[in-house]
């Protein structure tokens, strides 16, 4: 069995393909531009990617494929209908990150409303022992307790965010992208009531046609002026150019964002123009990322291959 890993460097240099070499012979590709997919997966029994794209084209192409392993949730970038069509299963990796993304969703928020930058900086460059004041009051924050946290999806991160949320002592809601309030333990609320009365709004949910630029200028003038927007789901859930107006024109008070609708973030994106740089805390899609959770999605990787029949 020959697998071929077309993204391999996507989960970092420390990762260990060892348990996937056991498997049979395993070739991997640091990258992989679409100019060099069919050449490379052409003799392939199984073929793993995290974002390369795999169309009718590319399927057709591998002859010998058997399974197309996805290394993250989301299977955007495959034609799953066409693979399954011709017999070939697609498996993605869930329940791999959802500490991972809770853990940065928070450390990002409280960075933000902390002004965490702020205070780091006045205290590295002088400022703070210059200033002959036990304090600095440059920078106000306000505390989690008691305010309104509405979470948009309420999977597996969502409700892990929730109970982190509850934790602080928020009031937490949510919204149910796709039309069924599955969780009990919190009130499920319309998207126009969760914008209108949340302190904290944070986006969880995976991209579809229900979710495809659900929060635009529209979306953003319901919501509170003082109010955080954090998006951790997907990039075209928001409307990034709009988010920016927002941010420029004081709609809202600040935001946190972790994914784009173009990764890597382009250059001259409005995000890195803003009039106030210190309204939103950017990260490199990297909620997913921790060591632990890296480990996971390849031991389930090597799961979904042992359970298909090749």
């Not at 050449?39 to 073929?47: C, F």
């Not at 982190?164 to 149910?176: D, E, K, L, P």
């Amino acid at each position: 069995m020959k697998i071929v890993f077309l993204d391999a460097a996507t989960l970092g240099e420390d990762a260990n393909f060892s348990e996937l070499e056991k498997l049979g012979t395993f070739v991997s590709y640091s990258l992989t531009e679409e100019s060099d997919v069919i050449s490379r997966i052409k003799d392939a029994h199984v073929v793993i990617v995290n974002k390369v794209k795999l169309g009718k084209r590319e399927i057709d192409s591998a002859q010998n494929l058997k399974l197309i392993c996805v290394a993250a949730t989301g299977t955007n970038n495959i034609d799953s209908e066409y693979a399954t069509k011709k017999g070939i299963p697609v498996k993605n990796v869930v329940n791999y990150s959802t500490d991972s993304v809770a853990q940065i969703t928070f450390g990002s928020l409280l960075t933000l409303i902390n002004s965490s930058i702020y205070f780091d900086s006045i205290v590295k460059d002088g400022s703070y022992s210059n200033s002959g004041h036990f304090t600095d009051t440059g920078r106000s924050f306000f505390e989690l307790k008691g305010k309104n946290f509405g979470i948009i999806g309420m999977g597996n991160i969502g409700k892990r965010v929730a109970a982190i949320a509850s934790a602080f002592g928020c009031n937490v809601f949510y919204y149910s992208t796709g039309g069924v309030a599955h969780c009990k333990e919190y009130p499920s609320v319309s998207l126009s009531e969760l914008l209108a009365k949340s302190d904290i709004v944070s986006i969880h949910s995976p991209l579809n046609e229900k979710t495809q630029n659900l929060i635009s200028l529209k979306e953003l003038k319901a919501m509170k002026t003082s109010a955080i927007l954090v998006n951790m789901g997907r990039g075209g859930i928001v409307n990034e150019k709009e988010l920016a107006q927002a941010l420029n024109y004081d709609l809202i008070a600040g935001a946190v964002i972790d994914v784009y609708e173009d990764e890597p973030i382009p250059e001259g994106h409005p995000y890195l123009s803003l009039k106030n740089p210190e309204k939103i805390v950017l990260t490199p899609h990297i909620g997913w990322a921790s060591i632990e959770a890296r480990k996971l999605l390849i031991e389930k990787l090597v799961a979904n291959i042992k359970s298909t029949s090749i």
